[in-house]
């Protein structure tokens, strides 16, 4: 069969299974749960690999789970990845009313693409040569740190990042290039992005320990820890002057204890905050000088301060190679005009680090409105932001894998990896870092 006759193919069968990948965004998007607790969506997921009887690895990283699709040669292996995990933002409508838990990062959406892809793909995958993975992944979204700190401690994890997790684990090792696609809502109708990078970034707790007294009849018997993290909070804004624009540094954080009582002085105050910038070194650099911050808060008042920082995400390397196949496919099926190449993206992703391993490529798409993680996300356009990335990612593994798989292969040969997985995990590793600084 020739080339474009397999992608007619392959849409078609998308096309045809439209309600039920339809029926599943919904029902995703509907019981949102958080990193490493994906459970029912995975199950979700896992149902329909088995009622294709294709075989499957589930539990990967606690709650990833993998499908394998064979194509009738031994060959390259492509990822398709989509991302399992909701996030806390309780203010949005759709937000789950006991734990605030809301797919407001459109996971969901890739859930639905991932496995649409494999609906299209399962029809002319014996006209392929090498195989084609799609891998639901955990944890995307690097929050709630103390429960990641929880799952580590007790040894469940060891990196707070699914990806990275993931990789650790050895479940990239059966891939050769990955892909997947993330919403993005800067037009809400037809439309695809590739941006230029992203931030990474490095992620930190906190914890200001102060001295507990009556905050009216004996305040002065206190250390007021309220007081040490204000301090801090003004040395870390004293040092964004000192951040070059070139490296697109942002500090940001959230308080998620901010005392006991009214009535006590603050003995305990706890932030989780997030050090990104565009280079390994910006990051390192501008995350020496929040520490700095953070221990002058404590000096300040006489206060203690613990700090422990974890290995964030590295930044986004689209291959660019990879990027012209997709963005061809991407091109046929929504009109080159609406095939756009961005700056580079101010947030992060897990993917970054895998990029920094494998070819690989992380392009956005529309079909969805307000801006990403706030109260105003939604999905406005269905064809747009489930059904077009699903035809898109399986045009593009039959161009990777058609013939004797001649595109996936110059891709892989032609890859330079920036990392070694040996390298990345020292990396890692050496990003971990936990102190408690008394300074008295
Ligand atoms: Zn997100
Ligand atoms: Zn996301």
Redesign the pocket.
């Known amino acids: 069969m020739e080339r474009e006759d397999l992608k007619k193919s392959a849409i078609e069968e998308i096309d045809r299974n439209w309600d039920k990948i339809i029926q599943l965004a919904h029902s995703i998007e509907s019981e949102p749960e958080e990193g490493y607790r994906e459970h029912k969506t995975a199950r979700k997921v896992e149902d329909i690999f088995r009622e294709w009887g294709i075989s499957t690895r589930s539990g990967l990283g606690l709650t990833g789970i993998k499908g394998y699709l064979e194509g009738s040669k031994k060959g390259p292996s492509i990822g398709i990845l989509g ?1 399992l995990d909701a996030f806390f933002n309780p203010e949005h409508p759709q937000a789950d009313k006991s734990s605030g838990l809301v797919h407001a ?3 969901f959406a890739q859930i639905a693409s991932l496995v649409g892809a494999g609906w299209g793909l399962r029809k002319v995958m014996q006209h392929l040569t090498g195989g084609v993975v799609l891998f639901a992944v955990p944890a ?2 690097y929050v709630n740190l103390e429960y990641r700190q929880s799952l580590k401690d007790k040894g469940q994890i060891k990196y707070f990042g699914g990806k990275q997790e993931l990789e650790r684990l050895g479940a990239f090792d059966d891939m050769d290039i990955v892909m997947m696609n ?2 993005q809502t800067e037009v809400p109708g037809r439309s695809a992005f590739i941006s230029a990078g992203s931030n990474g970034f490095v992620g930190k707790a906190a914890r200001f320990l102060g001295r507990a007294a009556h905050a009216g009849v004996e305040p002065f018997k206190g250390v007021n820890a309220l007081n040490a993290f204000h301090i801090a909070l003004s040395a870390i804004h004293a040092q964004r002057e000192t951040f070059k624009d070139e490296d697109a540094v942002r500090v940001h954080m959230i308080v998620t204890k901010g005392g006991d009582s009214v009535n006590v002085v603050p003995s305990e105050v706890r932030v989780e905050m997030y050090v990104r910038a565009k280079s390994i070194e910006a990051i390192e650099e501008s995350n020496a000088k929040v520490d700095r911050a953070l221990r002058a808060g404590a000096l300040g008042v006489g206060a203690k301060v613990e700090i422990n920082n974890t290995p964030g995400y590295l930044p986004i390397l689209n291959d660019e190679r990879l990027t012209r196949c997709w963005t061809d496919n991407a091109s046929l099926l929504i009109g080159e005009e609406n095939v756009h190449r961005l700056g580079a993206f101010g ?1 992060s ?1 897990d993917m970054g680090d895998i990029m920094h391993l494998m070819p690989g490529i992380h392009p956005f798409t529309g079909g969805f409105s307000g801006d ?1 993680h706030t109260k105003d996300f939604r999905l406005v356009d269905e064809e747009m932001a489930l059904l077009i990335p699903a035809k898109i990612s399986a045009a593009t593994v039959i161009d990777l894998l058609y013939g004797e798989a001649a595109e996936a292969k110059e891709i892989i040969e032609q890859f330079k990896p920036r990392l070694s997985k040996k390298a990345y995990l020292k990396l890692l590793d050496s990003l971990f870092y936990k102190k408690l600084w008394d300074v008295e």
């Open positions: 991302e990062c459109g996971h995307e979204e993330h919403a947030g992703t990403l």
